[in-house]
């Protein structure tokens, strides 16, 4: 059996230890701090399915558009239509965001889309770009001919003056069978 004054005196001893292991780990936070923040985001926090809204936000499968056959990313790159973005500060780095199917408003917008099948590359591939209007119907923007891209890539820009729906198309072939098209609704400022 263990006498009073010692339980007492290895309680006390505990504590201090305790107390001198929080008080090094708040000195030396800023050593081990941003590592392990690191490593619970990536391994055990939640991570809700929302809408990606920037690159940084979403991983490869948020902006991925599918059809029967084919699948393509897309990568959107948004300049607003002000006079901040025309120009501007070299160092402002949010003028280089990039975007998925929502852009933050109105203006000049450059898609990529990397085709993820390596066989789709020596067929021509079209693209159309439309508004949409509340009653469903089609305003083409900008469209590319059928083209083959060895590269894997295409890019084309636009511009989105009005907030609201758009729609990207993109056809592989032919394009005549539903499964040759992908169509991935874009959001302009919603």
């Known amino acids: 059996m263990i006498q009073p004054s010692l339980r007492l005196n290895l309680i006390l001893f505990a504590a201090l230890l305790v107390l001198v292991g929080v008080q090094g780990a708040a000195f030396t936070y800023s050593l081990w701090g941003p590592a392990f923040q690191l490593y619970w985001t990536e391994h055990w926090a939640p991570k809700p399915l929302k809408p990606a809204t920037k690159a940084g936000d979403r991983v490869i499968s948020d902006c991925l558009g599918v059809s029967d056959f084919y699948s ?4 959107t790159y948004f300049l607003a239509d002000s006079d901040e973005s025309a120009g501007g500060a070299v160092d402002d780095l949010r003028k280089y965001d990039e975007y998925c199917d929502h852009v933050p408003g109105t ?4 898609f990529a889309v990397t085709f993820m099948e390596k066989d789709v590359r020596s067929q ?6 439309y508004q949409l209007d509340t009653a469903g ?36 072939g032919e394009a005549k069978e539903k499964e040759d098209i992908i169509e991935m609704p874009i959001f302009a400022g919603q």
Not at 72 to 75: E, I, M
Not at 107 to 110: K, N, P
Not at 124 to 129: A, G, K
Not at 141 to 166: C, E, F, L, N, Q
Request: net charge positive.
């Open 124 to 129: 021509p591939i079209s693209l159309w770009f």
């Open 72 to 75: 393509v990313h897309l990568t």
């Open 137 to 172: 119907g089609r305003k083409e923007i900008g469209s590319r001919p059928p083209t083959r891209y060895p590269s894997g890539m295409m890019s084309v820009d636009a511009t989105v003056a009005h907030r609201g729906k758009y729609l990207l198309k993109i056809g592989f």
């Open 107 to 110: 203006g000049r917008v450059i």
